[in-house]
C-alpha cells in the first residue's frame, strides 16, 4: 500500500525524513519534522532577519511661563484666567501670581457691589412708595471698601517673611514734609505688631526720618488714623485699634497731637 502521499518530508537539509503530521514554520513558511520544527534547529532562514521600526519623533517640551522658571513640562498646566502654560510647581493661580485671576476677582466684586446698591434703591423707593419724576444727577462714584482692599493686595510692599494669613493691609501716608506725601503707599505689616513697631518699620522702608530716639525734637513722628485723625497708642496693636481695618489709611506724621486735621491731606 502506497502512503507516499500522506505527509510531507522535512525541509532540514541534514534530515529529509517523511513525516506524517509535519510541523509548519511560520517564519519561514517551510515545513519540519518534530526534532527541526523550531526555528533554531532548522536553521530557520528568517529568524536574523532585521526588522525596522518607524521612528518615534520626540515630543515638544512646553517652558513654564512663570518669570524665570527654567521648568519645561511635556504636560504643562495652562491657566485659563491669563491663558498661560505652568510647570507642576506654578500651577496654582496663587504660584504664578496670576494677573488674570486677580483682574476677574476685583471685576466680580465690583459687580457684585454694584448689583447690591441697585437692590438698596429700589428698597428704599418701594418703602417711600414714590418714584421720582427725573433722574437724580450722578453722584461720584465710591469706591467700595472690598474693591479698595482687593487693589492694595495686589499692590502692597512690606516684610515677605510674614505669611498671608498674618498680614494686616493698609495705604500708608508719608508726612507732609515728604516729597510723596500726596501719595498713598499700599502696604502690609504683621496683624500682631505693635504701633510702635510699625512706627521703625515704615520710617525705615520709606525713607522717613525717624525721630523718636532725639529728645531734643519737639514733634516727634508718630501714626494717625486715616479714618479719625485720632494718634495710634504706641503699644497697641494694629489689629486692636479702634475704628480701623484692613483696606483703610494711616498716616506717618510728625506730630505730638492727639488728633491731625484730615483736610491737609489728599487721598484720604
Not at 78 to 98: M, P, T
Not at 122 to 149: F, G, M, Y
Request: hydrophobic share 30%; aromatic share 8%; charged share 25%.
Amino acid at each position: 500500500m502506497e502512503l507516499s502521499h500522506i505527509g510531507d518530508n522535512c525541509q532540514s537539509t541534514i534530515c529529509k525524513q517523511l513525516d506524517f503530521l509535519p510541523f509548519y514554520c511560520t517564519t519561514c513558511e517551510l515545513t519540519f519534522c518534530q526534532e527541526h520544527f523550531i526555528s533554531n534547529e532548522h536553521p530557520c532562514s528568517q529568524l536574523t532577519k532585521t526588522v525596522e521600526f518607524p521612528t518615534v519623533r520626540s515630543s515638544t517640551k512646553i517652558p513654564c511661563n512663570y518669570q524665570n522658571c527654567p521648568v519645561k513640562e511635556l504636560l504643562a498646566v495652562y491657566c485659563k484666567y491669563c491663558k498661560n502654560f505652568y510647570c507642576v510647581s506654578h500651577r496654582s493661580f496663587l504660584d504664578h501670581k496670576c494677573e488674570g485671576k486677580k483682574q476677574e476677582e476685583v471685576k466680580k466684586l465690583e459687580i457684585k457691589e454694584e448689583t447690591l446698591s441697585k437692590i438698596q434703591k429700589i428698597a428704599e423707593l418701594t418703602s417711600k412708595n414714590e418714584v421720582p419724576l427725573q433722574k437724580p444727577k450722578t453722584a461720584v462714584k465710591k469706591q467700595s471698601p472690598l474693591v479698595k482692599l482687593m487693589l492694595i493686595k495686589q499692590k502692597a510692599k512690606g516684610d515677605t517673611s510674614i505669611q498671608p494669613p498674618n498680614r494686616f493691609y493698609f495705604n500708608l501716608i508719608l508726612p507732609k514734609s515728604h516729597l510723596k506725601h500726596n501719595t498713598p503707599f499700599p502696604s502690609y505689616v504683621h496683624s500682631d505688631w505693635i504701633i510702635g513697631k510699625l512706627i521703625d518699620k515704615l520710617s525705615s522702608s520709606n525713607n522717613v526720618t525717624n525721630n523718636r530716639l532725639n529728645k531734643n525734637d519737639k514733634e516727634m513722628i508718630n501714626l494717625f488714623n486715616g479714618e479719625t485723625g485720632e494718634k495710634l497708642e504706641i503699644s497697641m496693636k494694629i489689629k486692636d485699634v479702634k475704628d480701623f481695618k484692613q483696606g483703610n489709611t494711616l498716616i506717618l506724621e510728625y506730630s505730638e497731637s492727639d488728633r491731625v486735621d484730615l483736610n491737609e491731606y489728599d487721598n484720604v
